[in-house]
C-alpha cells in the first residue's frame, strides 16, 4: 500500500516537472543574466584553484615534524657538569629556592658567594671576581651623559635641574621648588666661574619662560626678586638683576618693529611669525612692568619704554603701550609718586592718539579701553559692572 503510494506521488512530481520544463523552455534568458551567471562560474574556479595551488604550496614548505632519535639528541644541550665544590655550596641553598624555581621566578635577588675553588665560575660573568661589589643604584642608575655620548658637567647638569624645577612651579609649591633652584646655584657649582654661569642661566630660562607664558609672569617675577635678595644675602659676586635686566633691554630693543614677514609665505605662516613676535613684545613689557612694582628696576626705565613706544607709533608698539601702562598703573599711577607728572603726559598723549582718525579702529578701542580703566581705579571697567548687578 505504501510503495503504491509512493509511485503515485512520485508520478505526479515528474509530470509536474515536465510541464514547467516545457513552459520555460520557450523563454529566452536576457544577456545580462547570462553573463553574470558566466562570470560567477569563472570566479568560482578561479577561487577553486587557488585554494588548491596554496594548498600544494603549504605542503611543499611545511617543516619536517617526524625526527629521529638522534636528530633530537642533537637539539638538546648537553647538560653542565658540576664540581663536588659547587655542589657542597649550593646544597644548604636547595630546599629554599626549589620553590621559587618551580613556581617560575628564576634567579634570586642575591647571588649566593661562590667558593674560590668552583671551576666553572669564569671572572668576567662576575662583578665579586672582579674584585668589586654590584649596588642597587650601580644596576638601576645608569649615567647621566649628553646627546653627543660625553659625561654632563656640573653646569649642565644644575642646568638641566633648573629647567625640571620651573616646568613645575606653581604657587602651592614654589617654596619647596626654590629651595632646589639656590641649591642649584649655591652648591652645585664648585668654582665662582661656574657659579656665575649657573646665574647666567637661570636668568636666561627664567626671562624665556616668563616671556612665553604670560599667565604665570606674575608668579616667575616673584621667583626674580626672591633669587635677586637671597643671592645678595649669601654673596654671591655675580648680579642676578643685572643679568636679567640685560635680557629685558635686548628684547626691547629687539621687538621695537615687527619683523618683516615674507609676503610670498602662506597666510598661516605669515600669521604665526607675527603671533610669535607679539607674544615675546608683550610678554617682554609685562615682565619689566612686574619688576618695576618689586623695585627690581629702576623707574626711570617707564619712561624710556613710553618714549620708544610712542615715537615709533605703528599698531604694535602702541598695542605693547597698553600693556605695559595697564601693568604698572596699579603701582606707579598714584598721587604720591614724584614721577607722576610725567606720567600724565604720556596719559594726554594717549588721549589724543584716541581722538586721531588715521589710526587703526582697534588701536583706538584697545587705548579707550585702557583710559577708562584708569577713570575706575585700575579695575577691569566690564568686571565692576558684572559685580554691580
Known amino acids: ?8 506521488i512520485f508520478n505526479q512530481t515528474e509530470s509536474v516537472g515536465r510541464f514547467l520544463w516545457s513552459s520555460l523552455s520557450d523563454i529566452e534568458p536576457p544577456p545580462s543574466l547570462v553573463k553574470c551567471l558566466g562570470a560567477t562560474a569563472a570566479g568560482i574556479t578561479f577561487a577553486f584553484v587557488g585554494v588548491m595551488m596554496e594548498r600544494v604550496r603549504g605542503q611543499k614548505s611545511r617543516p619536517k615534524e617526524n625526527f629521529s632519535r638522534d636528530e633530537l639528541a642533537a637539539l638538546i644541550p648537553p647538560k653542565r657538569t658540576r664540581g663536588p665544590a659547587a655542589d657542597a655550596g649550593e646544597g644548604s641553598q636547595a630546599a629554599g629556592s626549589s620553590t621559587r624555581q618551580r613556581a617560575g621566578l628564576g634567579k634570586p635577588l642575591s647571588a649566593p658567594d661562590t667558593p674560590t675553588g668552583a671551576a666553572d665560575q669564569s671572572p668576567a660573568a662576575s662583578p665579586a671576581a672582579a674584585g668589586g661589589t654590584s649596588t642597587p643604584s650601580q644596576r638601576l642608575a645608569p649615567t647621566t651623559v649628553a646627546p653627543g655620548g660625553r659625561e654632563l658637567s656640573e653646569v649642565e647638569e644644575a642646568e638641566r635641574k633648573v629647567k625640571s624645577c620651573l616646568n613645575k612651579l606653581t604657587r602651592d609649591n614654589f617654596n619647596k621648588l626654590y629651595e632646589q633652584i639656590i641649591v642649584c646655584i649655591t652648591t652645585a657649582c664648585s668654582s665662582e666661574e661656574d657659579r656665575t654661569e649657573m646665574v647666567e642661566v637661570v636668568a636666561r630660562d627664567l626671562f624665556a619662560k616668563a616671556t612665553k607664558m604670560h599667565t604665570f609672569v606674575e608668579l616667575y617675577a616673584d621667583l626674580c626678586a626672591k633669587l ?11 648680579n642676578f638683576k643685572r643679568i636679567l635686566l640685560d635680557q629685558c633691554q635686548q628684547s626691547f630693543k629687539l621687538h621695537l618693529e615687527p619683523p618683516k614677514v615674507d609676503q610670498s609665505l602662506e597666510y598661516e605662516e605669515r600669521y604665526e611669525q607675527l603671533v610669535k613676535y607679539k607674544t615675546k613684545m608683550l610678554g617682554n613689557v609685562k615682565l619689566i612692568g612686574h619688576l618695576l612694582r618689586r623695585e627690581m628696576l629702576s623707574p626711570k626705565i617707564i619712561f624710556h619704554c613710553t618714549d620708544e613706544l610712542l615715537s615709533i607709533g605703528t599698531e604694535e608698539s602702541l598695542e605693547t603701550l597698553c600693556c605695559f601702562l595697564d601693568t604698572i598703573g596699579t603701582t606707579f599711577d598714584s598721587s604720591d609718586w614724584q614721577g607722576r607728572p610725567r606720567l600724565e603726559e604720556v596719559f594726554t598723549r594717549v588721549e589724543l592718539l584716541v581722538e586721531d582718525t588715521r589710526q587703526s579702529s582697534r588701536i583706538r578701542c584697545l587705548l579707550k579701553d ?12 566690564a568686571s565692576s559692572n558684572n559685580a554691580k548687578w
Open 228 to 238: 635677586h635678595s637671597d643671592l645678595e644675602k649669601d654673596g654671591v659676586t655675580v
Open 370 to 381: 585702557l583710559l577708562d580703566k584708569r577713570r575706575s581705579s585700575w579695575r577691569d571697567p
Open 1 to 8: 500500500m505504501g510503495s503504491a503510494a509512493a509511485m503515485e
